[in-house]
Structure formats: structure tokens, C-alpha cells
């Protein structure tokens, strides 16, 4: 093969994926039991090869380049391949893992990091019901996360606590119009809110804010808080948020935070966790590792 068409090492292609996936020179390294330097030094040979940044480097995080994202796809879905024709060679079983979940989080949490465990675990056929519907452990689903509103208090003796969340206040930095600034919460008003329920969670945010059984006189209501979330991030309005659903956003500066207060709104949990299939304790794990990022 000519020096201008030789390809990068398997290695050093193997580090990008990991970095990429894993969205961190630290994480990755840890991941390959390789140097945070040792990564660096891998990337930084890759880009110079391909004449091509791939990350942007962020404090303490970095982000994927257009060409950095289509790279890392392909990578990944390649070593998936490869993994699986590894697997059937050594004659190992393929396990199915059906995962019910709350639309919301489905959409704004789960979504965006499932290939991320899908890669990382190629023998794991994953299907996703995202349903409010509670379905019954064992027969209709093998795991299940849902949302308990209101103090915590877990919906079986056996499940997982997730997450605590508390909401606040988040809007799209467009939709800031000049002499109409947030210097208190009072001033959302100027602006619609956007509601999942009638006034229920904004009133608890403002009695947290000190400003209980204030009148809201616009608003625009959905049936999803992942609507409300963006119906927010277009522009739309003022939504209440939290770390988990509007976590990704916040990070990218599609929605911000114009105030620190925050009031308590529920748990969500993970039913099905303390099984002893491998497939069930693999999600579980990965899932309280990535809630630790």
C-alpha cells in the first residue's frame, strides 16, 4: 500500500473510539489502562495524520469536530462488528436486554448515551419501550426507570435509586430581549412558561423562590416534559428543568440557568437492577457510572 493510503494503526484508531465515546482523555485512558499523555499523544498522531482536528478541547471536557463525529460513528459500528465476530468465533451467547422507561428520560438521557453501551457491549441485544405504562418485571420487560413525583419514596423494596432532581427555571439564551433582563424571579413573568402540568411545578418553584400563589398569566402546556424541553430550547418560553433531562443542553448552551434556586420535584429508579443476569447487572453498572460523569 502506498505511504499516502497507509492506514492509522488499530490502536491508535482504538483510542479515538474510546475517547470519542467516552468524551474524555481521562476516562478513556482509564477505560484502556493506558496515560491521560499516552491518549493525548495517540489523538494528537491521528490528527496530524489525517491533516484534521477531531476534538475540541473544552475546560475539562472536550467535543467531537463534524469530522470527528462521522469518524467515530463508523469506528464504532466497525469494532462492534469486530467484537461480534469474536464472540460467535469463541461460541459465546448472545443476551437480550428489554428496557422500559419513562418517554422523557428515554428521549433526553438515555438516547443520546445508549450507543455508547451498545458498543461497549456487542453480545447485548438492547430493545427500549419507552412507555409510561408500567410494565410487569420478567414477563413484559426485563428493567424499568421511572419517575416518582413528590418526596422519595421507592415504588418496590428492590429498586435502585437513580437520581434525586430538583428543577429551575431554563430558556434559550435567544429568547432574551433587550430591557427585559432576570435580575429576579419575578421577571420570568415578562416572558411565557411553559407547562407539563397546570401550575403545580411552577408554583412550587416560585414558593422556593419566595413568591408563593403568584399569578402566572401566560403560559403554553404540553403532555412530555421532553416537549417542554424543547419548546424551551427553540425558543419558545421559560421551561423548569432539571440536571438529568436539560443536562446535555445546559452543557452545549442551548438552554441556560438564570437563577440558583432550585425546588425538590422527585426521584427517579431502577427496578429489575439487583437480578443476577449478566446482562441486567452490565446496564446497571454502566448506568451508575454514567450518572457519576
Same mark, same amino acid.
Given at each position: 500500500?502506498?505511504?499516502?493510503?497507509?492506514?492509522?494503526?488499530?490502536?491508535?484508531?482504538?483510542?479515538?473510539?474510546?475517547?470519542?465515546?467516552?468524551?474524555?482523555?481521562?476516562?478513556?485512558?482509564?477505560? $484502556?489502562?493506558?496515560?491521560?499523555?499516552?491518549?493525548?499523544?495517540?489523538? /494528537?498522531?491521528? =490528527?496530524?495524520? !489525517?491533516?484534521? +482536528? &477531531?476534538?475540541?478541547?473544552?475546560?475539562?471536557?472536550?467535543?467531537?469536530?463534524?469530522?470527528?463525529?462521522?469518524?467515530?460513528?463508523?469506528?464504532?459500528?466497525?469494532?462492534?462488528?469486530?467484537?461480534?465476530?469474536?464472540?460467535?468465533?469463541?461460541?459465546?451467547?448472545?443476551?437480550?436486554?428489554?428496557?422500559?422507561?419513562?418517554?422523557?428520560?428515554?428521549?433526553?438521557?438515555?438516547?443520546?448515551?445508549?450507543?455508547?453501551?451498545?458498543?461497549?457491549?456487542?453480545?447485548?441485544?438492547?430493545?427500549?419501550?419507552?412507555?409510561?405504562?408500567?410494565?410487569?418485571?420478567?414477563?413484559?420487560?426485563?428493567?424499568?426507570?421511572?419517575?416518582?413525583?413528590?418526596?422519595?419514596?421507592?415504588?418496590?423494596?428492590?429498586?435502585?435509586?437513580?437520581?434525586?432532581?430538583?428543577?429551575?427555571?431554563? $430558556?434559550?439564551?435567544?429568547?432574551?430581549?433587550?430591557?427585559?433582563?432576570? /435580575?429576579?424571579? =419575578?421577571?420570568? !413573568?415578562?416572558? +411565557? &412558561?411553559?407547562?407539563?402540568?397546570?401550575?403545580?411545578?411552577?408554583?412550587?418553584?416560585?414558593?422556593?423562590?419566595?413568591?408563593?400563589?403568584?399569578?402566572?398569566?401566560?403560559?403554553?402546556?404540553?403532555?412530555?416534559?421532553?416537549?417542554?424541553?424543547?419548546?424551551?430550547?427553540?425558543?419558545?418560553?421559560?421551561?423548569?428543568?432539571?440536571?438529568?433531562?436539560?443536562?446535555?443542553?445546559?452543557?452545549?448552551?442551548?438552554?441556560?440557568?438564570?437563577?440558583?434556586?432550585?425546588?425538590?420535584?422527585?426521584?427517579?429508579?431502577?427496578?429489575?437492577?439487583?437480578?443476577?443476569?449478566?446482562?441486567?447487572?452490565?446496564?446497571?453498572?454502566?448506568?451508575?457510572?454514567?450518572?457519576?460523569?
Amino acid at each position: 500500500m502506498p505511504t499516502s493510503q497507509r492506514l492509522p494503526s488499530l490502536h491508535t484508531l482504538h483510542v479515538f473510539e474510546t475517547t470519542a465515546r467516552r468524551r474524555s482523555f481521562t476516562r478513556a485512558a482509564e477505560e $484502556l489502562h493506558l496515560t491521560q499523555a499516552a491518549v493525548s499523544r495517540q489523538i /494528537r498522531q491521528l =490528527e496530524e495524520a !489525517l491533516e484534521q +482536528p &477531531l476534538f475540541i478541547r473544552m475546560h475539562r471536557r472536550v467535543e467531537l469536530t463534524p469530522v470527528g463525529e462521522r469518524l467515530a460513528a463508523d469506528l464504532s459500528h466497525s469494532f462492534m462488528q469486530i467484537a461480534r465476530s469474536v464472540a460467535q468465533a469463541r461460541g459465546e451467547t448472545r443476551e437480550r436486554l428489554r428496557l422500559s422507561v419513562e418517554p422523557a428520560f428515554a428521549a433526553r438521557w438515555l438516547l443520546p448515551r445508549l450507543p455508547r453501551f451498545v458498543a461497549s457491549e456487542p453480545q447485548i441485544d438492547v430493545e427500549v419501550d419507552s412507555t409510561e405504562i408500567m410494565r410487569e418485571l420478567g414477563s413484559e420487560t426485563d428493567m424499568a426507570i421511572r419517575y416518582i413525583e413528590g418526596p422519595r419514596r421507592s415504588p418496590q423494596r428492590s429498586a435502585i435509586l437513580v437520581e434525586e432532581v430538583a428543577m429551575f427555571p431554563v $430558556l434559550a439564551p435567544s429568547l432574551l430581549r433587550p430591557g427585559q433582563s432576570l /435580575r429576579t424571579p =419575578e421577571d420570568l !413573568l415578562q416572558y +411565557p &412558561l411553559l407547562h407539563e402540568d397546570e401550575d403545580r411545578s411552577w408554583q412550587a418553584w416560585f414558593r422556593a423562590a419566595g413568591l408563593p400563589g403568584i399569578s402566572i398569566p401566560r403560559r403554553m402546556r404540553f403532555n412530555d416534559v421532553a416537549l417542554v424541553l424543547q419548546a424551551a430550547a427553540n425558543g419558545h418560553g421559560i421551561a423548569l428543568g432539571d440536571d438529568l433531562l436539560a443536562g446535555d443542553d445546559l452543557k452545549a448552551g442551548r438552554l441556560i440557568k438564570p437563577f440558583e434556586i432550585t425546588a425538590p420535584c422527585g426521584t427517579y429508579w431502577l427496578l429489575g437492577g439487583s437480578s443476577r443476569s449478566r446482562a441486567r447487572r452490565t446496564f446497571r453498572d454502566w448506568l451508575a457510572e454514567q450518572l457519576t460523569h
